[in-house]
Every structure is written in structure tokens, then in C-alpha cells.
């Protein structure tokens, strides 16, 4: 089952009802950014769900954290979240939602994935952290030619699903068994746990890559398919050309004398 589609320069999530007997399971698999229309609309579908599981790696309020493995991995997560909506011209998933207080977050803590992360991670968190201060300074000058980059190459390996195997490859073995594989299994969990108190409808709403996990289990457990939506997260086909851009901001550094490394 298909976790996210791309037509044209479009990425799509999709909004999936199963059902089995009396009890129904909404999944909304999410882009962590999003254009605004796009979180309207799930809003709105979150709205009308009484109970449900949402994704959300909790964290410390700053006063209270003490340990300096997470103040880099938040530090390095907001750094990339943040750039990502401006280059992507959407909205970050944390700013733009609302869950009813009767939706829980089953999820990971900071401190959970802190303390699971090896001193090569930590390296490789302030090497991303040093690489994004770098392009932001590029994307002060070059605007349109480093969002067309970014966008053109956000497009081009989630249409041939490379983006998560390139994240996988660059965070190792700690990113498939902590932030895939436990996140799953803690999902999965917590879903049953629901159903299995006989709620007659939950939802669920967490990143595209996970519902992978989520699809199999239902069906596994005597869920069939019902309905399917597919949401339009971005648009990216008003971006230059991938090669273009990258051309012309090479040649726009090389005339104004600009220093990547500086």
C-alpha cells in the first residue's frame, strides 16, 4: 500500500478508512510540511474523530533539560524543520495543527531518543546543523534558485522512494531500530490497545512513512479498506528547473565571489 504519490511536481497523502464489524480506524498518513490548504483539510478530519493517536516526539520544557545530547538533536530537528517549510513554501506539522485533548501521543520521548544515540550520530546531528546554517546563508542571496534545488530534489527521490533510504543510510542503524522500527512498534501497540477496549472509531495520524506498518497490521488483524482520499500536500511546479538552478547559483557564486565555506 502506497504511503504517499507523486503526480507531476504534487506530492499526496492519503485519508484511509478501515473497518471491521463495528469498529472503523481512520489513518491520515502527513508530510511533516504542508501547504495551509492541505492542514485545513486534515484539521478538519481530526475534528470530527472523537479519539485518536497522533505522532509527536515529546520534549522537556528548556528549563527543565539538563542533558546536552538533546538540546543538539532538538536543536538539529528544528533547524531542519524550519528551513524545510521556507524552501518548501509550506507550514511545519506542529504549527499548524490542533488535537482534541481527547487524542493521546503514544510516542518516543526526546530523552528516549537521546539516550539512544550513539557519538557517530551525535557527529553526523552537528555536521547537518553546520550544513543547513551554510545553505540558509545561500538562501539569503539565492533565494528561488536554492528552493528550486531543494523543492526539484524533495520531488525527484520521494517519486523514486530514495529520500528515506538516504535519510536511513545517513542516520544508521539507530534511526531504523529507534525512530522506525520501536515507533512503530509502540504504534501498533497503542492502537490495539484501543481496539481492543472496543472503541467503535480511532484515529490516527502520523508521518507517511509509518502507515506502511500500520496498513499491514489492520489488514492482518481482519481490517478491510473502505474508502481512500488523497490530499495534496505541496506544489511544487512553479519551482526552476532542478539543473538550472543549480547552473545559475553556481554561476551567481562565482561572480559575486561568494564562499560556500566562509
Request: charged share 30%; hydrophobic share 35%.
Amino acid at each position: 500500500m502506497r504511503a504517499y504519490r507523486i503526480k507531476g511536481d504534487v506530492f499526496y497523502t492519503p485519508i484511509r478508512r478501515y473497518a471491521r464489524g463495528e469498529q472503523t480506524v481512520i489513518s491520515i498518513a502527513s508530510v511533516h510540511v504542508g501547504r495551509q490548504e492541505y492542514w485545513d483539510d486534515i484539521q478538519g478530519e481530526i475534528n470530527k474523530i472523537k479519539f485518536g493517536l497522533y505522532e509527536g516526539i515529546s520534549r522537556e520544557p528548556p528549563s527543565q533539560n539538563t542533558n546536552p545530547k538533546i538540546d543538539n538533536l532538538s536543536g538539529t530537528l528544528d533547524d531542519i524543520s524550519d528551513f524545510a517549510a521556507i524552501c518548501l513554501g509550506g507550514i511545519f506539522q506542529n504549527n499548524a495543527l490542533n488535537y482534541p485533548t481527547s487524542w493521546e501521543s503514544p510516542d518516543l520521548s526526546m530523552d528516549d531518543v537521546a539516550n539512544s544515540v550513539d557519538k557517530n550520530m551525535m557527529e553526523k546531528a552537528e555536521k547537518a546543523r553546520w550544513a543547513i546554517d551554510h545553505i540558509r546563508r545561500l538562501h539569503e542571496t539565492y533565494p528561488k534558485e536554492v528552493e528550486a534545488i531543494i523543492g526539484r530534489g524533495f520531488i525527484f527521490l520521494s517519486r523514486f522512494g530514495l529520500l528515506d533510504k538516504l535519510f536511513s543510510l545517513e542516520s544508521g542503524k539507530v534511526y531504523r531500530d529507534v525512530l522506525e522500527k520501536r515507533r512503530d512498534a509502540i504504534l501498533i501497540e497503542s492502537a490495539n490497545s484501543k481496539l481492543n477496549a472496543n472503541l467503535e472509531e480511532l484515529g490516527i495520524i502520523y508521518g507517511a512513512a509509518h502507515m506502511r506498518c500500520l496498513d499491514k497490521h489492520l489488514r492482518y488483524d481482519g481490517f478491510r479498506l473502505e474508502d481512500e482520499r488523497w490530499l495534496a500536500a505541496l506544489d511544487l511546479s512553479d519551482r526552476l528547473p532542478f539543473w538550472k538552478s543549480l547552473f545559475s547559483l553556481a554561476r551567481s557564486i562565482k561572480r559575486d565571489g561568494q564562499q560556500i565555506t566562509n
